[in-house]
């Protein structure tokens, strides 16, 4: 079966699990997790070494997400956007 496996929460045996993704790539990911999580795939890519637009693409078609989305979905976090509250001009 096929199972999403978050960057966020996985563990590294979980990441290895991901074709193209071995031991020292999973432990660099886990590691750079642990300074805050991945806020999107932009994210993930900037800074994990080795990671560029063609692993990523790779990788979300194995099944990885960045906070549950897949390479070129919007993250389910963001809210849409709210256009600017009109404040009444004060006389």
């Known amino acids: 079966s096929f199972a999403a496996v978050d960057v966020n929460s996985a563990s590294a045996a979980d990441l290895t699990t991901i074709k193209g993704i071995g031991p020292s790539m999973s432990s660099q990911i886990v590691e750079e997790r642990k300074k805050g999580a991945f806020k999107n795939w932009d994210d993930f890519i900037?800074?994990?070494?080795?990671?560029?637009?063609?692993?990523?693409?790779?990788?979300?078609?194995?099944?990885?997400?960045?906070?549950?989305?897949?390479?070129?979905?919007?993250?389910?976090?963001?809210?849409?956007?709210?256009?600017?509250?009109?404040?009444?001009?004060?006389?």
């Open 46 to 91: 900037a800074r994990v070494k080795g990671v560029g637009e063609k692993n990523a693409a790779k990788f979300s078609s194995e099944g990885m997400t960045v906070n549950g989305a897949a390479l070129g979905a919007a993250a389910p976090a963001k809210p849409a956007a709210k256009p600017a509250a009109k404040t009444a001009a004060k006389p």
